[in-house]
């Protein structure tokens, strides 16, 4: 069964981004994608902010990426870059971490000017790790998800456009396994 690793980039427990992820790994394993997913900040901080890739936790999760033949990236927004913890992550692996890899950036934010987040810095790091093909990203805004009761939901408009480019990775993935 082939692999796809969500890596979330946020630092709530309660994250809307961590939501879109398993919504999306939700979406890949209804077509036989073995999904994975990777809560950066659940690694250990001093470890990671170290770069020590001999930390038992680090080295499981750079493991992860280089099992994993697709990649999702998911990242709240912040000052109109991706999250300082997904940056801190995707520093410590190997210069070609991505090399052989469909990556697929997504991005929540409370604006749509923050939407080049996902052009203008997603990708190209993305690319810099030597992804083999990165698919058009998809960005949500707050108002997209809501949260009632611990539960975060997407509006039904949302979910249509999300799951048109999750259709487009899975189908990236197909065409490079």
Known sequence: MSKVLVISGSPSPTSKTEFVGEHVARRLAEHAWHTGHLRVRELPARALLDADVTDPDISRAVDLVAQAEGIVLATPTYKASFSGLLKVFLDLL?????????????????????????????RPVAHSLGARHVVQGHFLLDRDLTAEGGRVRLRPESTESLDEVVEQFRRALAAAH
């Open 94 to 122: 190997p210069q070609y971490g991505f090399t052989h890899k469909v990556v697929l950036p997504l991005a929540t934010g409370g604006s749509g000017a923050h939407v080049l987040v996902l052009d203008y810095a997603l």
